[in-house]
């Protein structure tokens, strides 16, 4: 009998070599990188180029026309994060940089997109001439004003209702700023961040068609993309086009659910705050697939390790731990008067500019108008909010109560949410018309067909990341029916669902430009409000009204933020927060 002499492998290089999961694995990430080289190298194409090539509707460019749209909204996400970070962690340390940062997102959230495109198309261009890329930019930053506000808002409320014991803990360990936000800032806000990531990139879908058509002067610009698909098809009435588009969303959707957000969620389910091991927890064949290589894993540790040694040093930051540890010397007080009167001066002057601007081509009377007009879509706002909530408060709890059934639900709700709500406008525009039905009244739901979603995705982040010893506790007490919800989860997903109001809110106030004023064909129909006196306003290039309407909408989710939402996060970080 002869023996096979098989070569000695030392057990440390056995680990180096790749096993079937790396082959698995090397296809898909050399494929993305593949098409992600081939998307950036188009960047740098001559911008004539986009002068001579005409968006065509045969259903065979779609896949390109989808890889381009997914670049620039992950491009966005990735800028998205970086300005939620810094911006977030600004407003939420410092008194003095809230009292200047919260008011200017409460602005940015409630200005149009085009309004942004307008300002900053120009910009773009010239940052680089005779080149794609300025105006990939130009799209690229209008999707980030979609993404970027409920993104920040998610991490400022984390990092407000912090429980009081890790923050005790980050004291005693002596961590320094910059340890303490990489150590327990961002691993405790990422669950919620994570929803609200998927929820900003489904909510960019609606804005594909607005920065994917760019206009300069009297040329305009039109970027290969499905949101410059879906726009040909809707001006050539082409329905078949249509149903190609959102086919192509349905798969592009689970592509980046199974190969992004997905595992993303089953990994953030290791930062959630409990003593116990909850027994469903979500999983992700990808991160499966990742977790079991050799070559991949022996690759990615280097970068591991780098990112483990930033994260442990201390950088000299004067950054303070926490709002409420700022000193309150007689120095302190003085240099917040002193901040708080310099605030109040760039505020005066600012209205002062826009008043004289304004009340140039515009009367008193017309203010009065259009204030009454501001009052009309804060009714619509605040009723369509309100019956939202009930509406997906308790389905959200179902949902993040069971992982399971969250993964089964994710890439459905995503594509709700991405789905174009325009798509829709048409067939109320009809319905209306036929039965001579009173557009105040049923155009008004239009206006939160696309931000109700912020709230069901805050709902299922708090309810996904509520902690398993409190849902134990419960029910070892039998505590059902009406008081658990009273006392145990409406609590509990307080400050996400006041984070999903206020982003809704703010995108519903946005909304009501385009869901006021709706067309199909010659069929024009207009609701009384805000919304519809800027679109009106815009279309007949009135830039002084243009002015005051967004002006007046400014004022008023300023001025609902600060009396409704703020005293509702106050009462998220003082009464209602995890210890």
């Known amino acids: 009998m002869t023996r096979v002499a098989r070569p000695f492998i030392p057990a440390t290089a056995r680990r180096l070599l790749p096993n079937r999961w790396d082959f698995i694995a090397f296809p898909l990430i050399i494929g993305f990188l593949m098409v992600s080289s081939s998307g950036i190298r188009q960047t740098w194409a001559p911008l004539a180029n986009l002068q001579t090539e005409v968006i065509s509707l045969d259903p065979a460019n779609l896949p390109e026309y989808a890889l381009r749209t ?18 977030g962690t600004l407003a939420a340390k410092s008194r003095r940089a809230e009292k200047l940062l919260v008011p200017m997102l409460d602005i940015l959230q409630s200005i149009p997109v085009l309004g942004y495109i307008s300002f900053t198309v120009t910009f773009f261009l010239a940052l680089f001439p005779g080149r794609v890329l300025g105006a990939e930019c130009a799209a690229i930053f209008a999707i980030f004003t979609s993404q970027a506000w409920n993104m920040t808002f998610s991490f400022y409320q984390s990092m407000r209702t912090q429980p009081r014991d890790l923050s005790e803990v980050a004291v005693n360990l002596r961590l320094s700023p910059w340890q303490r936000f990489w150590k327990l800032d961002v691993p405790y806000s990422m669950p919620g961040l994570i929803w609200n990531m998927m929820m900003s990139m489904s909510g960019g ?14 040329k305009t610009v039109t970027l290969p993309g499905i949101g410059a698909y879906l726009a040909t098809a809707i001006v050539q009435r082409d329905l078949h086009a249509v149903g190609w588009v959102i086919l192509t969303m349905v798969v592009v959707i689970v592509i980046y659910d199974q190969f992004l957000f997905r595992p993303m969620v089953a990994w953030s389910d290791k930062f959630r705050l409990e003593d116990t091991v909850s027994q469903s927890a979500p999983e992700s064949w990808v991160l499966n697939v990742i977790q079991r290589t050799r070559a991949i894993q022996f690759l990615l540790r280097p970068f591991g390790k780098l990112l483990r040694t930033l994260a442990r040093m201390r950088m000299p930051l004067s950054l303070p731990a926490a709002i409420h540890s700022e000193s309150k010397t007689p120095l302190s007080r ?64 179902l949902i993040g109560l069971r992982p399971k059934l969250a993964e089964r639900i994710q890439p459905i709700a995503q594509f709700l949410a991405a789905f174009p709500a325009n798509l829709l406008f048409p067939i109320f525009v009809v319905a209306i018309v036929h039965f001579h039905a009173n557009p105040d ?30 849902k134990e506790a419960a029910t070892n007490f039998r505590i059902r029916g009406w008081q658990w919800w009273r006392q145990i ?58 002015l005051l309407g967004i002006a007046v909408m400014a004022l008023f989710v300023v001025l609902f933020n600060r009396l409704l939402w703020r005293p509702m996060y106050a009462i998220a970080e003082n009464k209602l927060r995890l210890n």
């Open 70 to 87: 997914t670049l620039r909204m992950l491009a966005a996400m990735v800028a998205s994060l970086v300005f939620t970070l810094v911006y």
């Open 205 to 218: 879908w609606f804005f594909v068609v607005a920065s994917e058509a760019i206009t300069v002067g009297d």
């Open 334 to 397: 003085v240099i917040d008067w002193m901040w708080a009167a310099l605030l109040v001066v760039m505020g005066v002057s600012a209205a002062w500019k826009i008043c004289t601007f304004v009340l140039t081509e515009v009367g008193a009377s017309e203010v009065l108008r259009v204030l009454g007009l501001g009052l009309i879509t804060l009714v619509r706002v605040v009723v369509l909010i309100a019956i939202a909530s009930v509406i997906w408060v308790p389905l959200g709890v």
């Open 441 to 470: 009244i049923w155009l008004s739901p239009l206006i939160v067909l696309g931000t109700q979603w912020y709230i069901l995705f805050n709902v299922i982040a708090g309810a996904t990341t509520f902690p398993n010893d409190f």
């Open 489 to 546: 989860m409406l609590p509990g997903i307080f400050p996400y669902y006041v984070t999903g109001a206020i982003t809704a809110s703010g995108g519903a106030w946005n909304a009501s430009i385009v869901s006021e004023y709706v067309q199909w064909g010659d069929d024009k129909l207009a609701a009384h409000g805000l919304g519809a006196y800027i679109a009106q306003m815009t279309e007949a290039g009135d830039y002084p009204r243009i």
